[in-house]
């Protein structure tokens, strides 16, 4: 596994800073949350028409969903659950980087993060970082939408979406970074990140090795 870079390697300068919540940037991605969030919600209900046969042969009998579920009361169960286990997982991608993880809440946004100090992440590493929770949290809640009785996985689903919705800034996070060079490093900041891009001159040379000067 590469090793951790901890300091900005020479050769490399601030290309831009992308803040989370400058007011242009947090409307857009309210908007576009909704739209995630609505993609979220036609892929859950398809996905659970898809299982609900194997899951009555699984469960005969079992109960179904009510007709009026207590909507409010999952979303709520949902966020108190999911709002923390997302950060867990971002935890835990940065500790598999070699770096310690760092947790924290905004009070005054209400949000909860996870970052690491001192560490200035590879491209591809930071977009894993970003997207870990999204895919670890679809996936498990998908699948176990599957072997689980009906009002269990109709609670599971009610996850995946609201993680989904709320998964926005990380998606966004990544589809920035996917548009530039392999070589960047990424240093989060918990309402954001900055993006360090190579000087032409230091191309040819390793972010973790100093140019040969023999």
């Known amino acids: 596994m590469p090793q951790p870079i901890r300091e900005l390697p020479a050769g490399y300068r601030l290309a831009q800073h992308l803040n989370l919540f400058d007011a242009g940037v947090l409307l857009r ?3 576009a949350g909704l739209a995630l969030t609505a993609l979220a919600f036609a892929v ?6 898809a299982i609900a046969p194997l899951r009555e042969a699984w469960f005969p009998g079992a109960a179904a969903v009510p007709s009026e579920p ?4 999952l979303v709520l169960v949902a966020l108190i659950v999911v709002l923390p286990l997302h950060e867990l997982i971002h935890g835990a991608a940065i500790a598999a980087c070699g770096y310690r993880p760092r947790f924290g809440i905004k009070l005054e946004s209400g949000v909860l993060y996870a970052t690491a100090d001192q560490a200035y992440f590879r491209r591809t ?3 894993a970082v970003a ?12 699948l ?3 072997a ?3 009002f269990i996985a109709y609670t599971l689903g009610i996850a995946v979406i609201v993680n989904t919705g709320g998964a926005i800034g990380d998606v966004w996070f990544a589809w920035v970074l996917l548009r530039v060079p392999a070589s960047t490093l990424v240093r989060d900041e918990a309402d ?3 993006v360090f891009v190579r000087e032409p001159q230091a191309q040819a040379h390793p972010p973790h090795e100093p140019a040969d000067t023999r």
Request: glycine share 8%; no cysteine.
């Open 29 to 31: 991605l309210n908007l």
């Open 44 to 49: 859950v209900a398809f996905w659970n028409s």
């Open 70 to 73: 207590p909507a409010v009361l």
């Open 125 to 127: 590493a930071y977009i």
């Open 131 to 142: 997207l870990a929770p999204l895919v670890v949290i679809t996936l498990a809640g998908l």
């Open 144 to 146: 176990g939408m599957i």
């Open 148 to 150: 689980s009785a009906p």
């Open 192 to 194: 954001g990140f900055s």
